[in-house]
């Protein structure tokens, strides 16, 4: 069955150092994946995407790397700072479908 | 200033009771969902409209309707039928279905007392 997992509900790690969380997926054939910021209590904010084709995609202190082969998303946080915390998700599409499709988040927090 | 608004933010429905959940964007998106979130899952979709006075099944309807009668505007009403609906809902939007990026709403908070 298709199925998105999330590394570890929880990710604590100390200020200043590099968070690093995956999505591993299972009988998908993504074409897109997205990362999206959840704070408690408030909606998803979009982060990046990166597409199949595509190894790596950075913005600012993100950097987001794709491997099909390992069906698998990592997505880093360099230089984290308190305010980092919160719940990340990712979600990916396939060429077939329209709509994406969401892991369950990891809850992050960066201790000062 | 624009965005997607949902109301209200909480929200308390007595067994049996059907409730509506409000959903406006002003972003001239086509494309509308809504999702639920329950603890340790990830989102999951209830309902979905590519645009006005058409809108499909996601993956777990039952329970839920919804209509599409205004481009900006895709309320959802939680039936008596949902058989589980304590949750946080949320509304997105995207130019089209497909985009590769969504506009979520704030959610809103269902509890049945």
């Known amino acids: ?23 591993n997926y299972t009988n998908y054939s993504p074409a ?14 979009f982060l990046l995407l990166i597409r199949e084709n595509e190894k790596e995609k950075r913005k600012e202190r993100l950097k987001v790397t794709f491997d099909t082969t390992l069906k698998q ?11 980092d915390s919160a719940t990340y998700l990712c979600a990916l599409r396939d060429n ?12 992050l927090s960066v201790l000062p | 200033d624009g965005g997607i608004t949902q109301s209200p933010k909480y929200l308390f429905r007595k067994e049996g009771q059907n409730v509506t959940l409000s959903c406006e964007q002003n972003l ?7 999702y639920r979130q329950d603890p ?9 409209s590519q645009i006005v006075n058409d809108f499909q099944k996601g993956d777990i309807a039952e329970g839920y309707s919804v ?3 205004k481009k900006e505007s895709f309320p959802l009403t939680v039936t008596s039928a949902q058989k589980n609906p304590t949750a946080f809902y949320l509304c997105a939007s ?3 279905r497909g985009s590769t990026e969504a506009f979520f709403g704030q959610g809103t908070r269902l509890t049945v007392v």
């Not at chain 1, 897109?32 to 904010?45: A, K, T």
């Not at chain 1, 479908?97 to 369950?104: A, D, E, K, M, S």
């Open chain 1, 1 to 23: 069955s298709q199925k998105i997992e999330q590394n570890s509900e929880a990710l604590n790690i100390q200020e200043g150092k590099t968070a690093t969380l995956t999505c």
């Open chain 1, 32 to 45: 897109y994946l997205q990362w999206y910021r959840q704070d408690p209590g408030r909606g998803p904010v």
């Open chain 1, 73 to 83: 998303s990592l997505f880093h946080i360099t230089a984290s700072q308190p305010a």
């Open chain 1, 96 to 107: 077939y479908g329209q709509n994406f499709v969401f892991g369950p988040g990891t809850r």
């Open chain 2, 28 to 34: 001239n998106h086509d494309a509308m969902y809504w």
């Open chain 2, 40 to 48: 340790g899952q990830g989102l999951r979709l209830i309902y979905y």
């Open chain 2, 67 to 69: 209509s599409r009668e």
């Open chain 2, 94 to 96: 995207s130019p089209r």
